[in-house]
Antibody, heavy 119, light 107 residues
Framework: EVQLLESGGGLVQPGGSLRPSCAASGFTFSNYAMSWVRQAPGKGLEWVSGISGSGGSTYYADSVKGRFTISRDNSKNTLYLQMNNLRAEDTAVYYC????????????WGQGILVTVSS | DIQMTQSPSSLSASVGDRVTITCRASQGISNYLAWFQQKPGKVPKSLIYAASSLQSGVPSKFSGSGSGTDFTLTISSLQPEDFATYYCQQYYSYPLTFGGGTKVEVK
């Protein structure tokens, strides 16, 4: 059974940093690209960042480029999102999501973690 | 970036109704289009990929169609568990982008 378990959310001050992670199980982690998707309170879904299965290719939304860094440790089956210089508008529930077979769109999502940026 | 526009943004329907939601891409995306369902306070659920292929376990009352720039999600007979917000998403190119969502409410 595929499971994606995020951790590392919380309350952080503007300008601060956070590094949530997503522990994966139930599939061959290194074979699949992964993404982070967020949802601000009362708003829609926003894709944040993606990474290839090997980790060699990374992609970012303009809203986080230069501040967030996605990475993965395939030996630990874990995905990360280093979030620096956080802003109030980064407040959201963050989900990790797994690509489907054949690089199709997401087939599994984590339960989500709340990141709150506030003084 | 590819913009995804959903319509309507909300709709009211009754149990048993046939419901259709439209999604338009700002440029051609072939069939690299997915649909997701989200209920309040819950994790998004993947319904359809490649514009018309059902994810495993998704009931056949859901169907998707389209290619290029225009796509539709149809629920053939709305049931109480289908009242939710639906999002389309293109995965033709990065950055991946979602539509603004369509909230399906009880009439």
């Amino acid at each position: 059974e595929v499971q994606l378990l995020e951790s590392g959310g919380g309350l952080v001050q503007p300008g601060g940093s956070l590094r949530p992670s997503c522990a994966a199980s139930g599939f061959t982690f290194s074979n699949y690209a992964m993404s982070w998707v967020r949802q601000a309170p009362g708003k829609g879904l926003e894709w944040v960042s993606g990474i290839s299965g090997s980790g060699g290719s990374t992609y970012y939304a303009d809203s986080v480029k230069g501040r967030f860094t996605i990475s993965r440790d395939n030996s630990k089956n874990t995905l990360y999102l280093q979030m620096n210089n956080l802003r109030a508008e980064d407040t959201a529930v963050y989900y990790c999501a797994k690509d489907g077979e054949g690089a199709e769109s997401f087939d599994y999502w984590g339960q989500g973690i709340l990141v709150t940026v506030s003084s | 970036d590819i913009q995804m526009t959903q319509s309507p943004s909300s709709l009211s329907a009754s149990v048993g109704d046939r419901v259709t939601i439209t999604c338009r891409a700002s440029q051609g995306i072939s069939n690299y289009l997915a649909w997701f369902q989200q209920k309040p306070g819950k994790v998004p659920k993947s319904l359809i990929y490649a514009a018309s292929s059902l994810q495993s376990g998704v009931p056949s009352k859901f169907s998707g169609s389209g290619s290029g720039t225009d796509f539709t999600l149809t629920i053939s007979s709305l049931q109480p568990e289908d009242f939710a917000t639906y999002y389309c998403q293109q995965y033709y190119s990065y950055p991946l982008t979602f539509g603004g969502g369509t909230k399906v409410e009880v009439k």
